[in-house]
DNA sequence: ATGAAAGCGCTAACAA
DNA sequence: TTGTTAGCGCTTTCAT
């Protein structure tokens, strides 16, 4: 296949060729000012003849805003950030903004670089997940001017705007639950605390609501290597080689999952044997031969109203969305 | 949290505190072209002091290329294409790429008017699904003169660009594996094929090696709204009611988990009584208790190597990665 | 209703 | 090594 390197039909081509002028053409594609009918006829066939395809980085130069939205979110593997990056994305489309994205891995450090590449492109918005970022972040996207959403975490104090959910607060929702089911031997399988800020909050939340009741966790289990199905399989293996417990809970559902997993594999009765609790409610743990009792986050929603108060240029504002306890059938 | 309406830092702004030039600052900041250091220090100070940051709307309009690369992707649910992101991401990311990106639905006339509106952004390359394009696609891209590149199916004639693997040879292999391994009377549980044309070219390849080897299929149900995990388990539901089957081939692995888990469910035995077989090889499947017999695709690093030859403006070529058959323990 | 012209912030010759 | 200047393709006054 070959391409023929001509450069690209411009504003002044289409003028030319309908025989009116650079901002005639202007106003009748962007459908603003006054012009005729017949203007309009003579422009729209020139463009259409032509190919013609409006050039947005000049656009952008010569006007406002980009109506980029950029999204630096810590990962692609969990089905968490592209769940909130779809409700985003429909309401983005919808009303000509584009979406950009790159990936942290975890990495504060990380994330101050990308949002500095990403401000390079004066999007409308920057798309940020919790509160925790390096002084250089905060810094830069001060500076920029440009709105600032952090998204799925409402524990800390917002830059802009937030939308979300207190994962502190489902932490404590998820220990009231299994001690109200009558659990006192609880264990703890999760992953990275460290660079997961919003696991390592729910952990603190779950534990609070322990000690509140005047209980303590029996042990818990960190799986290096990020969260998976797999992670949460092996960890619950080794916690149950050392401890005896009757529920666990675990970082995320994908972890849950995991757990579920060892659990049919060695004939350990659920929830009689022993309890498993998740977070985040995803679709396939309603699918499973039992339901699995979590925390159902708003994960497109929270993708949807972000990308709603950018487009609307609302005012800085917090908006919890909250979330849901689903008995399920493993706890 | 109050935003000061302060117009950006410019280049003039900062050549100016730095008592220089224009283009050298762009020099400096570009490392291009000749400087002494002592120059390079006194903009790389004003650069510091002001908080400079480069626009690249500017800079793009100036020069060539915008290094934006525009992913039109037909859906975030499935983890298949945020894998294909995550791949390429971590690529354009080391090469000063910007990755952007919107969803079609699997709706070709969507997948148009999203390209359409990419090309607006003059990217170094539109990054697609597959080879079924409508006309008006096709068109814009080529008159567009960007790279293209079709990624995850190579049955097909390519446009420029193609990374993936062929998804009949996929269906015929799996048909192949389930005939070596005895089954006989075998289904399939899919989702819509019209929209998903990959799928629909695995089916066809299943059902032609079917052929070949004498025998065809006993049943079929197609499941409305899309891939899950339980639309899985629903369709093998339905179709276990009306047909006698050894095995059953589903859509992909989602697809086949609900099923997998309807079999768990009414303790239907695993392979003895039914058979199960997936497609993609997701890595949830190898945890369950038994593991899933599928197909592995390369799903990151047909991200990767896609994102790859866009950044080395490598010439038109198609690359198979092809596939891996996990024998599992389900069929 | 329409056109001319001045930028938007940068890069890339071209001079010096 | 450095500065000057002419665009890049568009939007936006401001005339007409």
Redesign the pocket.
């Known amino acids: 296949m070959e391409f023929k390197h001509h450069?690209?039909v411009?504003?002044?081509?289409?003028?030319e060729a309908a025989?009116?002028?650079?901002?005639?053409?202007?106003?009748v594609?962007?459908n603003?000012?006054?012009?005729?009918k017949?203007?309009?006829d003579r422009v729209m066939e020139a463009v259409e003849r032509l190919g013609?395809?409006?050039?947005r980085?000049?656009?952008t130069?010569?006007?406002?805003g980009s109506r980029l939205v950029a999204f630096v979110i810590p990962s692609l593997s969990n089905i968490v950030f592209p769940d909130v990056l779809r409700g985003a994305s429909s309401v983005l489309e919808a009303n000509q903004h584009q979406a950009v994205f790159s990936v942290t891995d975890y990495d504060a450090e990380r994330e101050e670089a990308l949002v500095a590449a990403m401000l390079a492109w004066r999007p409308t918005a920057v798309m940020l997940a919790g509160f925790e970022h390096t002084e250089g972040t905060v810094k830069r996207l001060r500076a920029s001017g440009c709105r600032v959403v952090e998204m799925l975490d409402l524990d800390g104090t917002a830059l802009d705007l937030a939308v979300g959910l207190s994962n502190r607060s489902a932490g404590r929702t998820s220990a009231d639950f299994l001690l109200k089911r009558g659990y006192r031997r609880i264990g703890y399988v999760g992953h990275d605390l460290d660079r997961d800020t919003r696991a390592r909050k729910r952990f603190g939340g779950f534990c609070e609501a322990l000690g509140a009741a005047g209980f303590a966790l029996v042990d818990r289990e960190i799986c290096a290597g990020g969260s998976s199905v797999e992670s949460g399989r092996l960890g619950l293996e080794r916690l149950l080689a050392r401890s005896s417990l009757d529920a666990v809970y675990f970082s995320n559902d994908d972890m849950a999952l995991g757990g579920y997993f060892h659990c049919l594999a060695r004939g350990i009765s659920i929830p009689s044997q022993l309890a498993i609790f998740g977070y985040n409610g995803l679709d396939i743990g309603r699918v499973t031969p039992q339901p699995l009792s979590t925390i159902r986050t708003p994960r497109v929603e929270t993708g949807r109203v972000a990308a709603e108060l950018v487009v609307t240029d609302a005012p800085p504002q917090v908006v919890d969305l909250g979330f849901e306890l689903i008995e399920g059938a493993t706890a």
């Open positions: 450069t690209a411009t504003l002044a081509e289409v003028a025989g009116v002028g650079e901002s005639t053409v202007s106003r594609l962007r603003h000012g006054s012009f005729s017949k203007t309009r013609y395809v409006p050039n980085i000049a656009g130069l010569a006007s406002a």
